[in-house]
């Protein structure tokens, strides 16, 4: 069975930083594109960062940019999100999220985890 | 960020139909990529619904089916039931090599 688990979300103050992480089990790790998606509040999904395989091909979202930093360890089966300079606007829910590019007609994201909620406020 | 737009919400009846709009563009769906759709129920993580335009995957009841025509695509809901009631996007891949959402549609069942 395929699981995400994040981890590592929490109240924090403007300016500071956080670190998400995301356990992955039930299928190799190593050979799947993986995601950071947020949903803000009764917001919609936003697509903040993503790593290919072996860590050649990164994206990050406009918003995130110079701020957050994507990293996997192939080993340990894990994927984080080293996220600095974090703005009220940051607040969300994280999900962890398999990215399956099945062929060249484009990818989906077929697994994700419960996700942890990030809060910046003073 | 999302290039794809849905309405913000549609509601029915049980036992009607609703639809679900997802309008791109030639640099996404109409560059013919697929497109894929997400449920998400009160308080869960988005859960895939359809993918690659109208194909369900396990334990996704029948009532449920997608379309794709030229730079839009549909989500129908045939026999709506009170537990269809969530939040639903689609997703597609865009020429700029980057996996795009939809803005999200709430169904409401009345």
């Known amino acids: 069975e395929v699981q995400l688990v994040e981890s590592g979300g929490g109240l924090v103050r403007p300016g500071g930083s956080l670190r998400l992480s995301c356990a992955a089990s039930g299928f190799s790790f190593s050979s799947y594109s993986m995601n950071w998606v947020r949903q803000a509040p009764g917001k919609g999904l936003e697509r903040v960062s993503s790593i290919t395989i072996a860590g050649t091909y990164i994206f990050y979202a406009d918003s995130v940019q110079g701020r957050f930093t994507i990293s996997r360890d192939n080993a340990n089966n894990s994927l984080y999100l080293q996220m600095n300079s974090l703005r009220a606007e940051d607040t969300a829910m994280y999900y962890c999220v398999r990215e399956n590019y099945y062929d060249s007609s484009g990818s989906l994201f077929d697994y994700w985890g419960q996700g942890t909620l990030v809060t910046v406020a003073s | 960020q999302p290039v794809l737009t849905q309405p913000p919400s549609v509601s029915g009846a049980p036992g009607q139909t609703v639809t679900i709009s997802c309008t791109g563009s030639s640099s996404n769906i109409g560059a013919d990529y697929d497109v894929h759709w997400y449920q998400q129920l009160p308080g869960t993580a988005p859960k895939l619904l359809i993918s690659?335009?109208?194909n369900r995957p396990s334990g996704v009841p029948d009532r449920f089916s997608g379309s794709k025509s030229g730079t839009s695509a549909s989500l129908a809901i045939t026999g709506l039931q009170a537990e269809d009631e969530a939040d639903y996007y689609c997703q597609s891949y865009d020429t700029s090599l980057s996996a795009v959402f939809g803005t999200g549609t709430k169904v409401t069942v009345l």
């Open positions: 690659s335009n109208n």
